[in-house]
């Protein structure tokens, strides 16, 4: 239709996640893949993002980094700036997942024991909440211009103290130790 809008991104993102079911055509491939480098993804969907929301106003922050938090039945994460995710998730068969709804669009699909995730532009530090573990298995993270670097940091769920070593008795010892985040 001329217009690039949220109805694009939820095309793009349809196309991601369920590629086999999309009638994307290659003009509107050729068009959706900003950086033309033959794929669709969470780099070029921010692009048409940054578009919507209007390029180069200075009141979009771009972020450039990233750090998601693993914890025992939720993700979350801080960036420092306008973010999506494009998430990658192994787990037992039954897990359920609830997005938040705090994104400018969130969808997810599962094969076995495989969830592809997409969040754009979370408003919430929550991600998603669980009623089980997983393992990211993948990470894209992208601002508008660039895919950004991701630290993954699991979160204990209770206190742990480790082993100590070499041993209590030495001039310079070693205590291991895990906090659980409120």
């Known amino acids: 239709d001329d217009v690039v809008n949220v109805f694009d991104i939820v095309l793009m993102v349809e196309y991601i996640l369920y590629e086999e079911e ?33 390029l180069g106003r200075e009141d979009i922050n771009m972020a450039q980094s990233a750090k998601l938090f693993i914890q025992k039945d939720k ?3 801080k960036a420092d700036g306008l973010v999506g995710y494009h998430i990658t998730l192994a ?19 599962t094969h076995d024991n495989v969830t ?9 530090e929550i991600l998603f909440t669980t009623n089980g573990e ?8 992208a601002n508008a211009e660039n895919i950004i670097a991701t630290d993954i940091i699991q979160v204990p ?11 209590p008795f030495n001039p310079v010892t070693n205590i291991g130790f895990a906090i659980p985040e409120d």
């Open 116 to 124: 592809e995730v997409i969040i754009l532009n979370p408003e919430s």
């Open 75 to 77: 993700l979350t994460h």
């Open 157 to 167: 769920d209770e206190f742990r103290l480790k082993s100590i070593y070499p041993n």
């Open 134 to 141: 997983f393992e990211i298995l993948e990470v894209m993270t």
């Open 22 to 54: 999309s009638d994307f055509t290659d003009l509107e491939f050729g068009l959706a893949d900003v950086n033309y480098d033959g794929e669709l993804n969470i780099l070029d969907i921010m692009h048409w993002i940054n578009v919507i929301l209007g």
């Open 91 to 109: 787990h037992a068969p039954g897990l359920e997942i609830t997005l938040t709804e705090a994104a400018m669009l969130t969808d997810f699909v």
